[in-house]
């Protein structure tokens, strides 16, 4: 886990403000949770490799002790010496909240969480341990018209942060599910079929395929999905208006014809409405989580000529009608996002794709110094009154040697520095001088930010 | 451990907001340290209880099953099940962070951290296991401008969010073991006194030392150091100017008068430096933390004739020079101070001091309706322009009656609400109405934001 320091903070705060603005101009509300859940809370919503990814807190006092005593020693096990466990994704949190705060919240719930979560996995390039997820969610409608805001939602705030060439890869649980089916795969073994599939972003399809069938598949049916497979692949590769294609000609339908041809239109209406041509419909995308029951979707960046290598996905989201009613009497239809902070950091960074202010911001427009120990109170004075003309003002914390008051200004890259030396005080003014043009100023307090503002701008 | 609703997170990133414009305009730089620490960084920092308080993380996978085998039955115990925990303040981490990037940082690390903590306590008014602390320190100075800066810092925040009746109690480490030591307590015996004088803000006097009796000072020396905190208190009660009167004259010189009176020096000059009357030296002020080493603050609501309820402290803090040492081969001065929060925002809330823009937030400005099916990507669309013009935008999420779509629109107190039925379409214009005036338009799309911020103005 990352320490993050003054400047990598500030790039992570620029991020997450244009987020956030997006997210609202949306009309998402913002919503905070606990970073603590109740172990039983996040067991069974993730997959068993999720379960064992939750980092989980130990009991305290008496709990841990009868655990410990109660447990005897061969069955002392994690699950008994735990109750807690920290936040793993925002989407169960928030499923708890409205099963548990469902008439205090609209009937349409549309919010937005930007929090950190915590998975014991090993870490890799631009990924950690502890990471900032970035959710937006809208609860209470089974319309596709949710899942175009939230594609427009997400899009936005790539285009506002600059990024151009990605696309949004969308599918549905039950699509995929049909293509299986129409492939002779049965249904129990659908899991073993999912998890390699989800494996096609970073694994050749011969490696794919393979798992499929060493893994207990029929080899005719991998064949036959391969074959699916293949076609989907090259409509895919093959230009922009590929939607209608893959739908159209790619996918067999499956059992229930009419299941097939409703999602399939679902999937339609969704591209249509988002519009432009973003919208990808990639049947071969699977997605990693166990809750989600309809669309899915994940925003990737393209290969470019610029940037050759590939920089995978930026987020991910879809439809999750079953999760709330896992925590409450009712069952109501969900569809959510998550954009990946910490991915999105990483491709700005390696790109240069911060604005210069905040690459280059300072800790502050001016630095006060102390000329001797009996002017100390003229400087906090002159900071104070510098700051109500709406400057940032750092002191130097104590009496020292001229040069070395200016070294440390230098060294933090504050712009001006100020000095008040006793003939200034008596004459009330101030010499300022600009660190880097070098030019010097003698004025009267009042007169200070305007002349420093003029420079700036 | 809560949830925040969007009306709380509002009012919370209204305070956390200013707290940070504050700290960035007296040049404090932003850090973010990881929630979880390894158990060992943060064991024996805080005290006995300290060590308690801190929730410890579960070992996982091979190294949980080691410490289960290895450790047989009777020695599984709290310390070898755990190796990481969560943070239980911001000020070990920080002083481990700049142990560990002595050369990355400045020679005067200036930094401020608003991020959630973590104590395993039973929860009570206003005192939470999660709750978010706001620190500023200073890093690298022995200077008594630190300890100014920092008051003025935290006086300036409470200002601006509104108080008026606070004070900032100030005492120093050493002045509190003169005393001790000038009334004939024994060093050993030390942390007894300063456990039960801890709790003069919660117990009578008569009961704090009454404890001390019973855990073993002497009753002489007890009913000197009473002598002397009535004094001081008569003093404090007196009136504004108490600093010189109590320093002088109420609190007696030590084994090392030198010392004794270069304590009290440093304790006028730094209330001399922040000025005004907000400063008030207060010999009997503890403090919980064990890594204190000099100057010790509190900033404190005062009862008033409006508030006669007491509402006790707003955030605490010193100087800890011992600390960073613990990290690293170097020591390091450090001085530093943390608001809290969450009873910042419990007193806000029951005295109403948030503004209404905040206190009477809406998520939206504008809600777009759905007239139909067939008109659904209209409204996608009229949303988008109308964000385009600067406008927070939520969409009904489903084609549905009109009246459904105004219920919905009041319960979320959105204040407008646009309509794009077939015949505004086909003219090429929008219906919208004020839901608080219920005054009807119908204009061109571009004129609609226009028209809409001219009615909020």
Do not use: H
């Amino acid at each position: 886990m990352r320490d993050f320091l003054p400047a990598d903070v500030r790039k992570r705060n620029y991020v997450i403000n244009i987020i956030k603005e997006v997210y609202e101009s949306y009309g998402f509300e913002p919503l905070e949770t606990p970073s603590v859940e109740n172990l039983e809370t996040l067991m069974g919503k993730y997959g068993d490799e999720g379960n064992q990814l939750v980092f989980k807190i130990l009991k305290r006092g008496e709990k841990l002790d009868e655990a410990l005593v109660t447990g005897g020693n061969a069955s002392v096990n994690e699950r008994g010496l735990s109750d807690l466990a920290l936040r793993y994704d925002l989407t169960v949190p928030l499923a708890r909240v409205v099963a548990n705060n469902k008439n205090d919240l609209p009937k349409f719930f549309k919010r937005y969480q930007i929090q950190p979560v915590w998975r014991a996995d090993r870490p890799a390039r631009g990924r950690f341990r502890e990471f900032y997820q970035c959710d937006v969610d809208c609860i209470g409608s089974e319309s596709m018209v949710v899942e175009a805001e939230i594609i427009s939602t997400a899009c936005k705030i790539l285009e506002e942060l600059g990024f151009v060439n990605f696309i949004v890869k969308l599918n549905d649980r039950q699509l995929l599910f049909d293509i299986l089916n129409a492939c002779g795969i049965d249904g129990s073994q659908y899991p073993i079929a999912l998890t390699a599939i989800d494996k096609l972003d970073k694994m050749s399809p011969d490696d794919v395929f393979s798992e499929m069938q060493n893994k207990g598949i029929g080899s005719a049916n991998v064949i036959q999905l391969r074959n699916v497979y293949n076609k989907v692949y090259e409509a895919w590769q093959s230009g922009i208006e590929v939607n209608g294609v893959v739908l159209s000609q790619c996918v067999p339908n499956g059992k229930d014809p009419d299941l097939s041809s409703r999602v399939k239109m679902r999937l339609r209406e969704i591209a249509d409405l988002v519009g432009g041509n973003k919208v990808v419909v990639q049947p071969f995308l699977a997605r990693g989580l166990s809750y989600y029951t309809g669309a899915i979707l994940e925003i990737a960046l393209q290969k470019s000529d610029e940037y050759p290598d590939f920089a995978g996905s930026l987020g991910g989201g879809g439809r999750y009608d079953g999760l709330i009613g896992m925590f409450g009497k009712e069952q109501i239809p969900a569809c959510g996002f998550s954009l990946g902070l910490e991915r999105i950091l990483v491709v700005m960074e390696e790109r240069g794709m911060f604005p210069p202010e905040i690459a280059e911001s300072t800790p502050a427009d001016v630095m006060v110094t102390i000329w001797s120990d009996e002017t100390v109170a003229d400087s906090l004075k002159l900071a104070n009154e510098l700051r109500a003309q709406g400057l940032r003002v750092t002191m130097y914390p104590q009496a020292d040697k001229e040069d070395k008051q200016w070294k440390y200004a230098n060294s933090i890259g504050v712009p001006w520095i100020c000095t008040v030396n006793q003939e200034d005080i008596d004459e009330g003014v101030v010499s300022f001088q600009n660190l880097r043009t070098r030019e010097k100023y003698r004025e009267p307090v009042s007169k200070v930010s305007a002349k420093i503002k003029e420079q700036a701008a």
